[in-house]
Structures are given as structure tokens and as C-alpha cells.
């Protein structure tokens, strides 16, 4: 291919707790994981992106890092990393690692030493304040998961500020000793032959030094506080320096290794910013814009894809609906009746634009958001502190259901970390495998047109009928093959017929042949001037 990888692969997300289970302690590990890689392979993808591995305490599964450089015993050791790693590779797939630069675990080597004393070397490596004038916190800002973003150290008499939980101090990047520190963490795992990293909340590297008040907002949030504007405590200049550094660190190895960036953007002119001027920092900003939609608007879908199509720095786009943070889109795009459409389209939606495409474990199964009913059985600390208005991300963390055994196949422990919800008896991973006409199979499909249709590739993308408001529908264009392919995806509970004229894209035939529809088409050609589509229906045509 004359372009990386990353531009037209395929990206699975596994959150490894729930995976597989191969040593029979109810959580999920390298083991599994290396069990189950046939059927990722199966499903056409091209690489793996692993949710955090490293030891940790599990204040918040992971994300609370103690050693950046090792793997967590209950997820295995790092010569089972390696094999694992080579594993992949030998399937043709890559290995992406989430890497989560801008805080530590409180039980990191670094912050012990850091908060031993205010003379300690490493005392700057983390963020530190005297009290306000009355004794408490320097300043009013907030922490992501609710209360102060500080955390009073009484061995030392200062605050220290962590954006997420108390268990997990922010770094200092503007301490170059830290700078040099983390990327070296990125250089200890592309030494190891990782394909990149997914950079979690890299937005919140840099807090104002001035210590300036955030702007309060109307309203509170789940945890009771009175909203606010993070104005000084996300998305500052500095982030872009910070991330022209990484984009040079994985530009020192082959293979084009990719940056992905966790960075909620308030739209598309500022998702731009991160492939930076001369699209050299991020390759792959996650789109938010896109992926909380989340209602069938296909005039607000359109919107976003061609501004994000028509990106001023030309980067390439990348698309997700689900991960570890979200519900499930089983539920929040879903209506309780045509659920199974509404799952195609969106697969549709996201494997056949020009973004690059991101799944989670257990989509293309239709696996649905299993929230705890009951605070005792919150496991996540975001459920813990919220409850009962954020129940936290418990209910898309479930466990991947393989087969209809005990525990879904995820486990042999008669206690999986989290409940293995009942849908598990008709959505896995085993009947949908003989059944030809499952949701699984049409992902499989979907990803399969993706990798042999060079116009699904790296074709141009140019929207057609801009204004249907009910239709979704564009046109993907290989100039180089003359190959082109038209997507059209109903986003309402009503039949349509679609009339289009495709003369303005150079295309004189009136004829199309279907490759992908849902419902399913027995057609062999169909005209241009008469495309049906049924509620919710989905259809790839090739174009003649």
C-alpha cells in the first residue's frame, strides 16, 4: 500500500478484564486473549488495542498505573506480553497499547518519592499547592470523577491535584525530567515491537500555573458539585508541543507506528488541531463529534462527516461508536423494536466511510449495556461516588459472551468480575458463527468489502443527496480503479425510495448491483431512480 497501515485498517478494542478469563480467577487475561486471537483474526481486523495492562492497583482498573513498564501480574508477565505479541503478529495483526500520560498511581515509585518531602528530587515531577488563604483547596477546580481536584497531604502540608480519583496524581509536563521519562516509557514498548498507542484524556496534560478559577456553569453534575467550564485545566497550548514530542519518538521506528488521541473536542475545528499544522502530531484523533450522536439524524450525521471530510490540516478521520467509557449503541442509538437494523446501519456507518474504524469487543455480536441494579454491586469508582445518577461504566465492561456454557465461556470461576448478562443465551460468539445471516457475520462482511473493494479502502468520499432527511448516503470513488461503490443507510422506521443522479460524480450509468443490504436483496441489478430501503434498512451498491 503507497499509504500507512492505519488509513485503512481496522482497530478492535479488548478490555482485557473481560476478554477471556484463562486461569480461572473470574478476570481476564493475556492467556485469554492469546486463546481468542483466531477469532480476531477471523474477523478481518488489523490490529488489537488493549485497554491498560500494567500494575496497578485497580483504584480505577488500570488507569491508575504503578509501573509503566511492566505487566500486571493478574493479567499475566511480560514474557507472556511478548509471546502474545508475536502471536499477533503472526496473524497479520498489530498490537496497539493504551498508554495514559498525564497522571500515575499514588502508588507509583515516583509519587512516594515525590510526596516524602517537600525537598524530595522528584517533588516538581507532580503538581503541589499551599492552601488557599481560609485552608482549603488553592483553587476551585474539579475533578472529572466529582469533588476538588486536590488532595490534602498532611505529611507535607500541601495540596496535590489529580484530575480523576485522589488515587491517581497528575504528572508535571512541564517538568522536562517528566517528559523524558514518559517518552521513554513509549520507547520501552516500541522496542518491544507495539504498533502504537491510544493516548487516554492526553487533553489534560497542562493546568494554568496562575491557578486561575475555573468558569462555573449553570446546573451540577451526578456527584453534586455546580458545573463548571474546565478552562484552565483542559486543552491548553502546551498539549501540542507535548504531542509534536510523541509523534517524533514513534517516527524514530519502522512501520509507521500510530498515535490515536483520547481528547473530547467541542467540534471539529478544534479535533483538527490535534493532527497539528504540519500534521505532525496525531494520526488518529478519536472523533467524539461522531460518536455521540447518538440519535438516527441522518441530516446531523452528514454535518459532521463532511466537516470532519473537509478538515482544513487533511488528516484522516477516525470513527468509533463504542468503548469502555459509553454505553453501548445497542441501547442509546436502539428503539426496542428494530434494534437489529439499527446495529447493522451503524456497523454499515462506521466500517464503509473514509474514517478509520475503531470497534469494541462485543459489538459485532450486538452485546447490550448491562448496567448493576443495585449500588453494592457497582464495581467502577466513578458508580461508586455518583450513585444513583451515574451508575458508572460497569454496564459496557460486562464480560465478551463466547457460547452458551456456564459464564458465557468467559470464565471456569463461579464469579466473574462483573455479571454476565442473560442476552448472553442468544447474542455470542458461537451460534452467531453458524448462523450466516447474524450480526457477527455482517460485520465480518462489512470488514471483508472493506479490505478487497480498493473504493471502500482509499477511495475519495463525496456525499450525495445532501438533503434527505431521512437518507443518509454517499459515494466512495477510486479514481485509480474507476471503481465506485454507493452506501445508503435509512435512519428512519419508515420505507423509503431513493432517487439519485450521479452524472455531477462523473458516473453515467443508471444501474447499480447490491453487495451488502440488510434486510437482505435477492436483486441482481436495480435502477438508479428506484432504491428501496426498508426501516432502518442499510444497502452497498456497487456502482455501474
Same mark, same amino acid.
Not at 514498548?189 to 496562575?210: I, K, T, Y
Not at 449500588?375 to 445518577?389: C, M, N, Q, S, T
Given at each position: 500500500m503507497a499509504h500507512p497501515w492505519w488509513q485503512s485498517g481496522s482497530i478492535y478494542q479488548i478490555y482485557p478484564r473481560s476478554f477471556r478469563d484463562a486461569d480461572g480467577d473470574g478476570i481476564g487475561d493475556l492467556r485469554g486473549i492469546a486463546e481468542r486471537l483466531d477469532y480476531c483474526a477471523s &474477523?478481518? #481486523?488489523?490490529?488489537?488495542?488493549?485497554?491498560?495492562?500494567?500494575?496497578?492497583? *485497580? $483504584?480505577?482498573?488500570?488507569?491508575?498505573?504503578?509501573?509503566?513498564?511492566?505487566?500486571?501480574?493478574?493479567?499475566?508477565?511480560? $514474557? %507472556?506480553?511478548?509471546?502474545?505479541?508475536?502471536?499477533?503478529?503472526?496473524?497479520? *495483526?498489530?498490537?496497539?497499547l493504551d498508554y495514559v500520560p498525564n497522571r500515575t498511581s499514588d502508588q507509583h515509585p515516583w509519587f512516594k518519592e515525590s510526596r516524602s518531602g517537600r525537598g524530595s528530587l522528584k517533588r516538581d515531577w507532580y503538581l503541589w499547592c499551599d492552601p488557599a488563604a481560609d485552608g482549603g483547596p488553592p483553587n476551585n477546580w474539579l475533578s472529572n470523577f466529582g469533588g476538588t481536584a486536590w488532595q490534602w497531604d498532611e505529611h507535607t502540608g500541601q495540596y496535590y491535584y489529580h484530575a480523576f480519583l485522589k488515587e491517581q496524581p497528575d504528572l508535571n509536563w512541564r517538568n522536562p525530567e517528566v517528559r523524558k521519562a *514518559?517518552?521513554?516509557? *513509549?520507547?520501552?514498548? &516500541?522496542?518491544?515491537? #507495539? $504498533?502504537?498507542?491510544?493516548?487516554?484524556? +492526553?487533553?489534560?496534560?497542562?493546568?494554568?500555573?496562575?491557578?486561575?478559577?475555573d468558569p462555573l456553569l449553570p446546573g451540577g453534575n451526578a456527584y453534586g458539585d455546580q458545573n463548571i467550564e474546565h478552562k484552565y485545566t483542559d486543552n491548553l497550548a502546551e498539549v501540542h508541543e507535548v504531542l509534536r514530542g510523541m509523534r517524533r519518538v514513534v517516527d524514530e521506528y519502522p512501520g509507521n507506528p500510530v498515535l490515536i488521541s483520547e481528547t473530547d473536542e467541542p467540534n471539529i475545528a478544534e479535533l483538527t488541531k490535534l493532527y497539528g499544522s504540519k500534521l505532525d502530531e496525531i494520526q488518529l484523533p478519536m472523533d467524539f463529534q461522531v460518536a455521540d450522536v447518538n440519535q438516527l439524524s441522518a441530516a446531523r450525521f452528514r454535518e459532521l462527516i463532511d466537516q470532519v471530510e473537509n478538515n482544513s490540516a487533511g488528516g484522516q478521520p477516525y470513527f468509533f461508536f463504542n468503548n469502555h467509557d459509553q454505553e453501548r449503541t445497542w441501547d442509546r442509538y436502539g428503539d426496542g423494536v428494530h434494534n437489529e437494523a439499527i446495529a447493522r446501519l451503524l456497523a454499515t456507518l462506521l466500517l464503509t466511510t473514509r474514517a478509520t474504524p475503531q470497534l469494541y469487543y462485543g459489538e459485532e455480536i450486538g452485546m447490550a449495556t448491562t448496567p448493576p441494579d443495585r449500588? /453494592?454491586?457497582?464495581?467502577?469508582?466513578?458508580?461508586?461516588?455518583?450513585?444513583?445518577?451515574e451508575k458508572g461504566r460497569d454496564g459496557e465492561r460486562t464480560p465478551m459472551q463466547w457460547d452458551t456454557s456456564s459464564n458465557a465461556g468467559f470464565t471456569t470461576s463461579p464469579s466473574p468480575w462483573l455479571?454476565?448478562?442473560?442476552?448472553?443465551? %442468544?447474542?455470542?460468539?458461537? +451460534? /452467531?458463527?453458524?448462523d450466516p445471516d447474524s450480526l457477527l457475520n455482517f460485520y465480518k462482511q462489512l470488514i471483508r468489502l472493506r479490505r478487497t473493494h480498493p473504493a471502500l479502502r482509499d477511495g475519495a468520499q463525496i456525499t450525495a443527496n445532501c438533503h434527505d432527511p431521512d437518507v443518509l448516503s454517499y459515494l466512495r470513488k477510486n479514481p485509480t480503479t474507476g471503481e465506485s461503490l454507493l452506501v445508503l443507510l435509512n435512519m428512519s422506521n419508515k420505507s423509503k425510495t431513493v432517487v439519485f443522479n450521479l452524472k455531477p460524480q462523473g458516473i453515467t450509468g443508471n444501474s447499480v448491483k447490491p453487495l451488502l443490504a440488510y434486510p437482505k436483496t435477492t436483486a441482481a441489478d436495480v435502477l438508479l431512480d428506484a432504491i428501496s430501503l426498508s426501516p432502518f434498512g442499510t444497502s452497498v451498491v456497487s456502482v455501474k
Open positions: &474477523l478481518g #481486523v488489523d490490529a488489537l488495542w488493549l485497554s491498560p495492562i500494567y500494575p496497578s492497583p *485497580m $483504584a480505577d482498573f488500570g488507569y491508575d498505573i504503578s509501573d509503566f513498564t511492566d505487566i500486571d501480574p493478574q493479567f499475566g508477565t511480560l $514474557a %507472556q506480553f511478548d509471546r502474545l505479541l508475536a502471536d499477533i503478529k503472526r496473524r497479520g *495483526m498489530k498490537l496497539i *514518559m517518552y521513554n516509557v *513509549m520507547r520501552f514498548w &516500541l522496542d518491544r515491537g #507495539v $504498533a502504537g498507542f491510544r493516548l487516554d484524556a +492526553v487533553s489534560r496534560l497542562f493546568e494554568d500555573p496562575n491557578l486561575h478559577d449500588k /453494592e454491586d457497582v464495581r467502577d469508582p466513578i458508580g461508586k461516588l455518583g450513585w444513583p445518577k455479571p454476565i448478562p442473560p442476552s448472553c443465551k %442468544q447474542r455470542n460468539v458461537a +451460534v /452467531e458463527e453458524k
